[in-house]
């Protein structure tokens, strides 16, 4: 009989009794031995011809059994681990997780990791950049690199000012101040939209404090703090002998509850600063500045408590100091608050009023630190200040901070017209300087300076000249020019001051000068130059 492998499966039996089978005969068996030895042989014969050897490797040869046919994918693919993760042995081509990138793939630049360069805006900068990364700003033009310049410092602390831009008949604010009085007799109000002012109600001397209660500025950062005001044109009413004066006040250190503070009280030609640490009727002298002259219109202040020593400065010029020697006045957390204040007194016919207020700011004393911060490179839209004055200014022989009534440019924000003194630096860096002070063509005193103020206070780059004064009469405006480079903190606070020395008679006489045909004026030109 044939085999049936490969098509089927053989079976080889024996005789249940070979011993007395003959081999001719099969016995209960399927094949007599002679059968049983060729089915046998055709058997292996078949296995050598269809099995594969042990060493076969499919490389696509169906007639070799050492080779062997080329298997088909869906023979071999039956529980694939395509694109199951990243150990998978096959991945599809693809942008996933865990497919493979076509060879014809390509990347945007914001999709490259850790990419040494951004576009962004001043609103998208990277969260996480790396020292040395660049930006630049589509919506400001501006170029940045994120690092550290240890001269390119910003000022710490916190840095706030109040322009009293409302108008309000008898309050400053109930979100910006808390206002407390001794009686019903008068106010501080606004009534003007632009000037903080004692609203003159009764007879009887009354005093106001006003404590700062915004969130943003009602705490500085630390016990030293700076409060810099400036007066309008309303000046503090003479004292009537026999009644009381009226005052200024700015409030340091200031409790929450009003239990302690320090107060700084200008008055008539003097200054007297007070404590306490038992609330406001329980008030101690701690020292006296004589001999101030307070009587000038449009004067900014600038009183800074910077550990026992308080100091006061107008216009730049230093005034006096006054010290806490045996350290009797508070510190701490719980007193850096901070506020301003006006005493009316009692005249008889109704009461002496205090100088109005312009606008008053708050600082820590500023001190710097140099950070990795998106420091602005020279590239680009850089930082510019132009201004120029509107209108001719009076101008004091002690010093006068000259006012800014144009704004030719200010790309960065430098300036606002609510502190037309002041221009706050954005951009920490080095900055060129140029300065131009026109003087009245027809009074003219006998020497002019011209000085660039920092923080309220003198730098070095400044310039005198020789005016020719003493009743000459030029007929044309001198200038007065300077011109230079000062490195700026983040917040720092730039100004220029006038002075000038002439006779007794023409103290009250001096202006700068404009002319809107020509357009001659003073002039103040800012601009960024490096980190």
């Known amino acids: 009989m044939a085999i049936n492998y490969p098509d089927g499966v053989d079976t ?115 969260t996480n950049p790396v020292t040395g990364m660049l930006i630049y700003e589509t ?9 550290t310049f240890p001269a390119n410092s910003i000022a710490a602390g916190i840095y706030s000012v109040d322009y009293f831009n409302r108008v309000l008949a008898t309050d400053l604010g109930s979100t910006y101040w808390e206002q407390t009085y001794d009686n019903a007799d008068g106010k501080i109000g606004i009534p003007d939209g632009a000037n903080a002012s004692w609203i003159d109600q009764g007879n009887d001397d009354n005093r106001c404090i006003a404590r700062r209660i915004h969130a943003d500025d009602a705490i500085t950062d630390s016990d ?46 003097y200054v007297k600063a007070f404590y306490t640490t038992s609330g406001k009727d329980n008030e101690s002298h701690l020292g006296t500045i004589e001999g101030v002259e307070t009587e000038v219109i449009n004067t900014t202040w600038r009183a800074e408590m910077n550990d026992r020593t308080l100091s006061l400065w107008r216009e730049g010029e230093p005034v006096g100091t006054i010290v806490d020697n045996k350290s009797r006045t508070n510190k701490g957390e719980d007193f850096r608050g901070w506020g301003f204040g006006m005493s009316a007194g009692d005249r008889g016919f109704g009461q002496t009023t205090a100088a109005n207020v312009d606008w008053i700011s708050i600082q820590d004393v500023t001190y710097y630190i140099a950070v990795n911060r998106w420091t602005l490179l020279p590239v680009a839209n850089l930082p510019s200040c132009r201004l120029r004055q509107s209108r001719a200014q009076k101008l004091t022989n002690t010093g006068t901070l000259l006012e800014w009534g144009e704004e030719l440019e200010d790309n960065f924000g430098f300036f606002s017209s609510l502190a037309n003194t002041q221009v706050i630096i954005r951009e920490p860096g080095l900055y060129t300087i140029n300065v131009a002070v026109q003087w009245d063509a027809q009074v003219v005193p006998d020497q002019a300076h011209a000085i660039v103020m920092l923080n309220g206070q003198e730098t070095t780059l400044r310039e005198s000249r020789f005016m020719r004064g003493n009743g000459s009469v030029p007929g044309f405006s001198q200038t007065l020019s300077l011109s ?48």
């Open 224 to 269: 030293d703090q700076v409060i810099t005001w400036k007066t309008g044109d309303l000046l503090i009413e003479n004292e009537i002998i026999f009644t009381d004066g009226a005052t200024n006040d700015v409030y340091f250190r200031m409790a929450e509850d009003l239990s302690s503070y320090i107060r700084l009280s200008v008055g008539e030609d």
């Open 484 to 531: 230079g480079k000062i490195r700026f903190a983040q917040s720092d606070i730039l100004s220029v001051k006038a002075s000038y020395t002439a006779t007794a008679s023409l103290l009250n006489q001096i202006f700068s000068w404009f002319d809107l045909t020509t357009k001659v004026n003073s002039r103040l030109d800012l601009a960024y130059i490096s980190p």
């Open 139 to 147: 919506d400001t033009n501006q170029m940045r690199v994120w690092a």
């Open 12 to 126: 080889f039996s024996e005789p249940s009794s070979p011993e007395t089978v003959p081999l001719s005969s099969s016995g209960d068996a399927d094949r007599h031995h002679v059968l049983h030895h060729k089915d046998l042989g055709d058997a292996v014969e078949a296995l050598e011809a269809w099995a594969a050897k042990r060493t076969h490797d499919h490389s696509g040869d169906e007639e070799d059994t050492a080779v062997g046919a080329k298997l088909l994918q869906a023979n071999t693919h039956e529980s694939v681990d395509t694109d199951a993760a990243t150990t998978s042995i096959h991945h599809t081509l693809g942008s996933g997780a865990f497919q493979a990138a076509p060879g014809s793939h390509v990347h945007t630049y914001d999709e490259i990791t850790g990419a040494p360069f951004k576009i962004c805006t001043s609103s998208t900068r990277p």
